[in-house]
């Protein structure tokens, strides 16, 4: 590698030239592999989705194969969703965005049926790790209704909305000659059309009978083999759902009445039983209220006892306001569950396979609009079972999200630890019943945590390592604060109506567990990682005041000197010597006048109990000013080493150290962009009439008073004013009003040309585009950390950019990025002896520049351009125009296969990359058309090539964007489909095999193939072959590896056969061998005897 040396760049600096199609340097320059030798390329780079977590967005319909225990989901935006055990997901989706109104198995087949909306079916192949359609069927005549594959059969039965049924063949997705018409299943003398099919199964016991049922209230059971109907069951109600009992002697319907119907068989006269489950009964023997619709019941018969009626609606109308319930009806006992969310559908699970067979159920399935919950019917009270899939994303709406690849190893253990203790209790011991699938055989190691902010306040952090997703700990910040009983308690100074507490943005330091995290009412809460709990008696509070209007004679000057000012009493005063008090707020709000120092919520003033985990340090709040509300917090940043946080608006930003709890520099925008001395600063008001506060708390001899509480520096003593022109004022109100703090970066740097060592230093990035440096001044470690003040000076501008400044970073002279400083975790609540041990601040950056040379790189990113500048002689050395059509929304200086560059995500649905220190472009593509305004809100990229958004309110995406994952991506992947041989079938017995009394069978190829029933009609559906067909499925699947995987598990199944077959002759060559024995023995024995004699 060359060495590098800016010194040589400057030298050949003639003339400043750009381009916006490269990143070449200033004109002369020479190009960046002569200065850094780049690593990056083209090549490494390519974008694809890997996978997605959280809940299926607005679910239609649901699925379950009981051999392979695979649970499938569709979505009304025409989505598949599959589920094996807990890390085993998959998406797939339909191309046209229909909703699914109906799934279907093909039980044990590695195969999936879909039905769309559109009226098309689509042939899903499972066996390969991206799953494929095979075959595509759309009709053009008749809308889809209802489907039903009965168990190991390959004949599809289509019900439509004009109540005819058509049957496919799965294998090749054509069309039977053999149609049901509905004018030949009803009787010849109904005047009326039935309605839409609704239901289609086969009797448990003979193949050949069909249950058709119509949405007027038509049951008709219908010989398939002699094409006619045997019986006709007819009903006042419409009919929702119909299931049979396993003996194929009676069935069960449900109705829009609320009335469940059980109908024998042979006897179509009249109902066997009606029913109205959750109806009161009247005295006088009349009829019972009619109820809401049961849309679903199934019949679920056991070998030991009573067989379950599981149901769905049917809630008497009278229970207005009242939640979703499941009715589960076992023997004389009936349970009604109610549900969080509407129920869309649910299925019961049982050990069987056969529909002919006892059922003997173990779980119910519920899928819920918002949620999926799986009961255990083998308990008393019927708990759920704990759901393994991170399906909680949306418990809360997500209004923020980040993401940390290659964290530090000890961070998931310590997090699922004290997660763990929130668990809820009294789960179903029983394990999780859907857990089909085989996990990937990934080579990522590296550990992943997603962070996602709520709109309730609460805070997840996941573990994301492996493509699998787990929630490891949950903190709800809302706990700080006093809660509003009703409305009429909300305090009049919040600025949200709905979700005070929600979280705006977050700053996480994985180093050292430091979290701050800033939310809608303007405030911000500095957290601290501890493995004990401990009960804060007060919380600790600051309060501050930003404002940006400005009167004529007093408004600051961005060209004017700043006089340096000697800290307040309250700012160097040490936390050991007066603690911050947490009374009221001495602010106005009252009739009178407007509402003035107060802020938008109520800190809790009682003992706040702190669980192991995250606990809170510091609240900061911004007050209301002169009946104004204070701005949303637009940026923030903590550095643990520093000990201090800062925040921004489109007022200014302000600095607090939250080691010694003082607010220690509030300042507008326009007053940064002027130079000034190093200092301890008391901003002045520029309101006269205010009365003046401490940086701190205001303090009397060292010592609090009761009543002052922690404010912002607000003076406006007349020795601190600074000389400032009318003509400047002007100026400043116009960029104050336009201008707003975007970003920071702590960083250890120049802050001056003239500065030959590196020291503590604050970048700060504007919505105009605008860099300026903050020096920082920090006191020696230890006790004197707490009691010198920390000294901070504006340093002017660094640079300027077109659009707003997203994202900074520091290079040092070999082009690795330069982490901020932080320090080591340690325990807050451990000894004093531990706290040492562990405590140790990450050693500063780089060594000294030497006089006259350059060793350092400032990377800067706005929403137009990025640019990269020498420090500290602040020369601009490349610049690159992002985009000239429209603007970055999030960039990342991220870390990919051993070097950095810059990720960029445009609002026109490009990701891009820039490599450093060069801005050469490296990947360009249009990957994301911007749908929604949650996908630019929640996207953002992390290390190692990886990135992920919010696709819907309810699901996460993760995309990566390097090329070797995506081509690792196939192991990775998890399997949906493994080797498992189908149960037997239930014995039929003697006694029933002797006399037919057992399941009838049917060969359906006899009766729907094209010999017996002839071709279908062309106009009715069109074939349409799939991506995923047999011809492309080499190309689909995992290339050489899967057929070669396909191969090894086919031959095992054949070998596994084979070798069954082996031992079944050997048994019976034995037997046959036995039994030649017995008789010979049996002849010898009896060969001379007389017939008496016998």
């Known amino acids: 590698?060359?060495?590098?040396?800016?010194?040589?760049?400057?030298?050949?600096?003639?003339?400043?030239?750009?381009?916006?199609?490269?990143?070449?340097?200033?004109?002369?320059?020479?190009?960046?592999?002569?200065?850094?030798?780049?690593?990056?390329?083209?090549?490494?780079?390519?974008?694809?989705?890997?996978?997605?977590?959280?809940?299926?967005?607005?679910?239609?319909?649901?699925?379950?194969?009981?051999?392979?225990?695979?649970?499938?989901?569709?979505?009304?935006?025409?989505?598949?969703?599959?589920?094996?055990?807990?890390?085993?997901?998959?998406?797939?989706?339909?191309?046209?965005?229909?909703?699914?109104?109906?799934?279907?198995?093909?039980v044990n087949e590695g195969a999936l049926v879909s039905a769309l909306a559109d009226d098309s079916i689509h042939l899903w192949n499972l066996r390969q790790k991206i799953p494929a359609i095979l075959h595509s069927l759309k009709f053009n005549r008749e809308r889809?209704?209802?489907?039903?594959?009965?168990?190991?059969?390959?004949?599809?039965?289509?019900?439509?909305?004009?109540?005819?049924?058509?049957?496919?063949?799965?294998?090749?997705?054509?069309?039977?000659?053999?149609?049901?018409?509905?004018?030949?299943?009803?009787?010849?003398?109904?005047?009326?059309?039935?309605?839409?099919?609704v239901h289609i199964s086969d009797n448990p016991m003979d193949e050949g009978k069909l249950l058709i049922g119509f949405e007027c209230g038509v049951v008709v059971l219908w010989d398939l083999k002699c094409k006619k109907a045997?019986?006709?069951?007819?009903?006042?109600?419409?009919?929702?759902?119909?299931?049979?009992?396993?003996?194929?002697?009676?069935?069960?319907?449900?109705?829009?009445?609320?009335?469940?119907?059980?109908?024998?068989?042979?006897?179509?006269?009249?109902?066997?039983?009606?029913?109205?489950?959750?109806?009161?009964?009247?005295?006088?023997?009349?009829?019972?209220?009619?109820?809401?619709?049961?849309?679903?019941?199934?019949?679920?018969?056991?070998?030991?006892?009573?067989?379950?009626?599981?149901?769905?609606?049917?809630?008497?109308?009278?229970?207005?306001?009242?939640?979703?319930?499941?009715?589960?009806?076992?023997?004389?006992?009936?349970?009604?569950?109610?549900?969080?969310?509407?129920?869309?559908?649910?299925?019961?699970?049982?050990?069987?396979?056969?529909?002919?067979?006892?059922?003997?159920?173990?779980?119910?399935?519920?899928?819920?609009?918002k949620d999926l919950v799986v009961i255990d019917l083998g308990q008393i009270g019927y708990p759920i079972f704990e759901n393994p899939y991170p399906l909680t994303i949306h418990e809360s709406p997500v209004t923020c999200c980040e993401y940390f690849a290659d964290c530090p190893a000890e961070l998931i253990p310590a997090l699922y630890s004290v997660g763990s203790r929130q668990k809820r209790q009294g789960y179903s011991?029983?394990?999780?019943?859907?857990?089909?699938?085989?996990?990937?055989?990934?080579?990522?190691?590296?550990?992943?945590?997603?962070?996602?902010?709520?709109?309730?306040?609460?805070?997840?952090?996941?573990?994301?390592?492996?493509?699998?997703?787990?929630?490891?700990?949950?903190?709800?910040?809302?706990?700080?604060?006093?809660?509003?009983?009703?409305?009429?308690?909300?305090?009049?100074?919040?600025?949200v109506e709905e979700d005070p507490f929600a979280i705006q943005t977050l700053s996480w330091c994985p180093e050292s567990r430091m979290l701050c995290v800033a939310g809608v009412s303007a405030h911000v809460i500095v957290y601290r990682f501890s493995k004990q709990e401990i009960t804060t008696e007060t919380v600790q509070l600051l309060e501050v005041r930003m404002q940006c209007e400005f009167s004529n004679g007093d408004s600051p000057d961005p060209g004017g000197e700043q006089t340096p000012t000697l800290p307040t009493p309250g700012a160097s005063s040490s936390p050991q010597d007066s603690e911050p008090p947490t009374q009221p707020s001495t602010g106005s709000n009252s009739c009178d006048g407007p509402r003035d120092n107060i802020p938008c919520l109520k800190v809790r003033s009682s003992p706040l109990k702190q669980s192991p985990g995250y606990q809170v340090e510091l609240v900061i709040q911004l007050v209301w000013v002169s009946g104004e509300p204070p701005q949303p917090i637009s940026s923030l940043a903590i550095n643990s080493s520093y000990g201090l946080v800062v925040f921004g608006n489109s007022n200014g930003l302000a600095v607090v150290d939250y080691l010694q709890k003082t607010l220690l520099l509030n300042m507008g925008t326009s007053e940064l962009y002027s130079p000034s001395e190093p200092y301890q600063r008391q901003p002045r008001s520029p309101r006269k009439q205010r009365q003046p506060s401490g940086a701190a708390c205001d303090t009397n001899d060292g010592s609090n008073t009761s009543e002052d509480r922690c404010k912002s520096p607000t003076s406006d003593a007349k020795d601190n004013s600074f000389i400032r022109s009318r003509s400047s004022s002007v100026s400043s109100i116009d960029r104050e009003s336009r201008e707003a703090i975007s970003s920071f970066h702590f960083c250890e740097s120049f802050p001056r040309k003239i500065d030959s060592l590196v020291s503590p230093c604050l970048l700060v990035g504007t919505t105009q585009g605008t860099v300026m440096m903050v020096a920082l001044s920090l006191p020696p470690g230890g006790d004197q950390r707490l009691q010198q003040p920390v000294g901070i000076s504006s340093c002017g501008t660094l640079v300027s950019l077109k659009g707003g400044i997203l994202t900074m970073a520091l290079l040092d002279a070999t082009g690795t990025l330069l982490p901020p400083a932080y320090e080591s975790w340690y325990d807050p609540n451990a000894s004093d002896e531990d706290k040492e041990k562990n405590r140790r601040r990450r050693p500063a950056s780089p060594p000294s520049s030497q006089e006259g040379q350059d060793s350092q790189f400032a990377v800067l990113c706005s929403e137009k351009q990025a640019k990269v500048v020498a420090m500290p002689s602040q020369t601009r050395i490349y610049k690159h125009n992002i985009t000239e059509t429209s603007f970055v929304l999030r960039a990342d200086v991220v870390q990919m296969a051993g070097a950095n560059c810059i990720a960029c995500f445009c609002a026109n649905g490009h990701i891009m990359t820039l490599s450093l220190p060069s801005l050469r472009p490296l990947l360009d593509v249009n990957y994301l058309p911007l749908?929604?305004?949650?996908?630019?809100?929640?996207?953002?990229?992390?290390?190692?090539?990886?990135?992920?958004?919010?696709?819907?309110?309810?699901?996460?995406?993760?995309?990566?964007?390097?090329?070797?994952?995506?081509?690792?991506?196939?192991?990775?992947?998890?399997?949906?489909?493994?080797?498992?041989?189908?149960?037997?079938?239930?014995?039929?017995?003697?006694?029933?095999?002797?006399?037919?009394?057992?399941?009838?069978?049917?060969?359906?190829?006899?009766?729907?193939?094209?010999?017996?029933?002839?071709?279908?009609?062309?106009?009715?559906?069109?074939?349409?072959?799939?991506?995923?067909?047999m011809e492309g499925m080499k190309g689909a699947a995992s290339g050489v590896v899967g057929d070669l995987a396909r191969a090894r598990i086919a031959l095992d199944e054949r070998g596994q056969k084979l070798g069954e077959l082996d031992e079944r002759t050997a048994a019976m060559m034995a037997s046959a061998d036995s039994f030649s024995k017995h008789a010979h023995d049996m002849m010898l024995k009896y060969k001379d005897k007389k017939w008496y004699q016998l």
Request: aromatic share 10%; proline share 6%.
């Open 931 to 1029: 749908t929604d305004m949650r996908i630019a809100r929640t996207f953002c990229f992390s290390n190692l090539g990886q990135a992920l958004y919010l696709t819907s309110a309810t699901e996460i995406q993760r995309i990566t964007y390097s090329q070797e994952t995506c081509d690792n991506l196939q192991e990775m992947l998890s399997e949906l489909f493994t080797p498992v041989e189908t149960p037997e079938a239930p014995n039929r017995g003697f006694f029933k095999g002797l006399f037919g009394g057992g399941a009838q069978s049917l060969d359906r190829e006899d009766l729907f193939g094209e010999t017996a029933s002839g071709k279908a009609s062309r106009s009715l559906a069109q074939h349409i072959p799939g991506p995923g067909g």
């Open 144 to 197: 889809i209704t209802y489907c039903h594959l009965p168990f190991q059969s390959k004949w599809l039965y289509i019900g439509t909305e004009r109540g005819n049924i058509h049957i496919v063949n799965v294998e090749s997705f054509t069309l039977s000659g053999y149609v049901i018409m509905w004018n030949k299943a009803i009787e010849l003398s109904t005047k009326t059309h039935p309605g839409p099919v």
């Open 230 to 369: 045997d019986y006709r069951y007819t009903y006042d109600e419409a009919i929702h759902s119909v299931a049979w009992h396993h003996e194929g002697k009676q069935f069960v319907c449900s109705h829009s009445d609320g009335t469940l119907t059980t109908w024998n068989v042979r006897a179509p006269a009249k109902p066997a039983q009606i029913i109205t489950p959750h109806g009161k009964q009247p005295k006088d023997g009349k009829k019972p209220e009619p109820c809401k619709p049961i849309l679903k019941v199934e019949y679920k018969t056991t070998r030991a006892g009573d067989p379950f009626m599981v149901l769905s609606g049917g809630l008497s109308y009278d229970t207005v306001g009242r939640r979703a319930c499941l009715t589960v009806m076992h023997g004389k006992s009936t349970a009604v569950l109610e549900m969080d969310y509407p129920i869309v559908d649910f299925l019961t699970l049982c050990e069987t396979p056969y529909p002919n067979d006892f059922q003997e159920p173990y779980a119910v399935v519920v899928l819920l609009e």
């Open 429 to 495: 011991k029983k394990e999780w019943p859907i857990s089909g699938g085989n996990w990937g055989q990934g080579t990522q190691s590296y550990p992943e945590i997603i962070i996602t902010g709520h709109a309730d306040g609460s805070i997840k952090f996941w573990d994301a390592s492996a493509l699998m997703l787990q929630v490891l700990y949950k903190l709800k910040t809302a706990k700080v604060f006093e809660r509003a009983r009703s409305k009429e308690e909300k305090p009049s100074t919040e600025i």
């Open 1 to 106: 590698m060359k060495k590098f040396n800016i010194r040589k760049v400057l030298d050949g600096l003639t003339a400043a030239s750009s381009s916006s199609s490269s990143a070449a340097a200033q004109s002369g320059t020479p190009r960046e592999n002569d200065v850094i030798q780049e690593t990056l390329q083209s090549e490494h780079f390519q974008p694809c989705k890997t996978v997605r977590h959280g809940f299926p967005y607005q679910p239609s319909s649901m699925a379950f194969d009981p051999v392979q225990k695979i649970l499938a989901i569709g979505t009304q935006a025409g989505a598949l969703r599959l589920f094996g055990r807990a890390g085993v997901e998959c998406y797939c989706q339909h191309e046209s965005g229909s909703a699914v109104i109906q799934l279907q198995f093909l």
